[in-house]
């Protein structure tokens, strides 16, 4: 495998409108410079970002890949779940997924703490124990 | 001294981006916070806008990676991303060249810092650009922190590069705001979006505020990782600003945010 080589051909298509024109005009013949395995290769072509993430791509990279391929924030997040599901966990790099309770819930618990430091008649919560 | 404001906020690409799926008194208390901030600067009676960020792939790449970087140009470009998906539109901002090539010669003297003439915006920059320079009021001059391919400048030294801008500013004319940008906890970009440790992040924010150097470099990136997400790498960024303003701290605002991926965060520091 050959991360760095994966991440590059992300990088210059995601900020030179030319490069990513000549990716999407002929893949196989933009991706032909670089040295990326079968796995990869197949990955970009495809703009496959679940398994993307799993091979390790930065996911700053991989954000503003799937943006420009106009893919909605929520199916970004679960095209990467559907990755881990299908190939396992993060290969490599420093992106991997740790667990978390999702936004909805979280900002329903972090809500219901607010009411209840409230009705405790507690310090406004963006600045208790700050200043 | 020519440093006449110095701060950090938020820059996650939600602030703008879907700003409608926040809770709606955070966020209007959130942007409340980031509009004083703008209004604090206009006060200080500053003309240019001197952001350390921390940048996500919009100019570099670990095929030459720099720790410290300056944007030495008359104008920078953004964002880089879609427009649409941020929800800022594309400009050009302002720069200053003289000024950034004094200043840059001046952060050599004790930090080997990379310059660049030629420098897009990603969100790191054009989130906080949006609400404190939404009509190019104020000349631009970008610095990056490397926060995201390790491996990375140890934090002593993000702490020493401020102490470098700091005496850069105080060395030059010009009034200059200075304001960093990024994250506390937060795991961006990953199915994990939206995660927070607001028990870290507080506990930084308090740290910041006090401002004592050994505290606030007390972390090694393996504890970072590990509390605080790929995206507590970018505390650097905050971690500067602290070595340049040297005065204590005040928090307009902090609170977590899911929707924002991050602790929401305006907070700004007296200058001594």
């Not at chain 1, 196989?28 to 970009?44: C, G, I, N, P, S």
């Not at chain 2, 410290?68 to 302002?94: N, S, T, V």
Request: aromatic content about 10%; glycine content about 8%; overall charge negative.
């Amino acid at each position: 495998m050959s991360l760095y080589y994966l991440q590059k051909v992300l990088y210059q298509i995601n900020r030179d409108p030319t490069q990513r024109q000549q990716f999407l005009a002929q893949p196989e013949v933009y991706l032909a410079t670089f040295e990326l395995d079968a796995e990869e290769r197949e990955a970009l072509v495809k703009a496959d970002i679940g398994l993307l993430y799993v091979l390790g791509v930065n996911g700053q990279i991989l954000m503003h890949f799937a943006a420009a391929n106009e893919i909605p924030w929520d199916d970004y997040l679960e095209l990467m779940r559907v990755g881990l599901r299908t190939h396992g966990p993060v290969r490599a790099g420093v992106y991997a997924a740790t667990g978390y309770e999702g936004v909805s819930a979280h900002s329903a618990r972090l809500a219901l703490e607010r009411r209840q430091q409230s009705d405790a008649g507690a310090t406004p919560a963006n600045t208790k124990g700050m200043n | 001294m020519t440093l006449v404001y110095a701060g950090v906020c938020s820059h996650g690409p939600g602030i703008t981006g879907r700003a409608e799926r926040a809770d709606p008194v955070l966020k209007a208390a959130f942007y409340d916070a980031y509009s004083g901030m703008a209004d604090a600067i206009k006060a200080s009676e500053a003309q240019t806008l001197l952001v350390v960020a921390a940048e996500h792939f919009a100019n570099f790449f670990m095929d030459n990676m720099p720790a410290f970087a300056m944007g030495m140009a008359d104008w920078y470009e953004g964002p880089i991303e879609d427009p649409d998906w941020l929800k800022i539109p594309l400009r050009r901002a302002p720069g200053n060249k003289s000024l950034s090539k004094r200043l840059i010669e001046h952060v050599m003297q004790s930090v080997d810092v990379a310059y660049a003439e030629e420098w897009k915006l990603d969100h790191g920059v054009m989130v906080p650009l949006h609400f404190l320079s939404p009509n190019n009021d104020l000349e631009l001059i970008p610095c990056n922190i490397n926060c995201q391919g390790p491996p990375l400048a140890p934090l002593q030294r993000a702490w020493a590069f401020g102490e470098a801008l700091r005496a850069a500013c105080d060395a030059v004319p010009e009034r200059i705001a200075l304001v960093g940008t990024g994250g506390i906890s937060h795991w961006p970009a990953t199915p994990d979006s939206g995660k927070i440790n607001e028990q870290f992040d507080r506990e930084f924010m308090r740290r910041w505020v006090h401002g004592e150097r050994a505290a606030l470099i007390d972390y090694t990136d393996a504890d970072i990782y590990s509390e605080a997400g790929q995206g507590g790498f970018e505390i650097r960024t905050f971690i500067s600003v602290a070595a340049a303003a040297h005065g204590p701290g005040e928090i307009q605002f902090l609170e977590p945010i899911p929707a924002f991926a991050t602790s929401a965060v305006v907070a700004s520091k007296a200058i001594n």
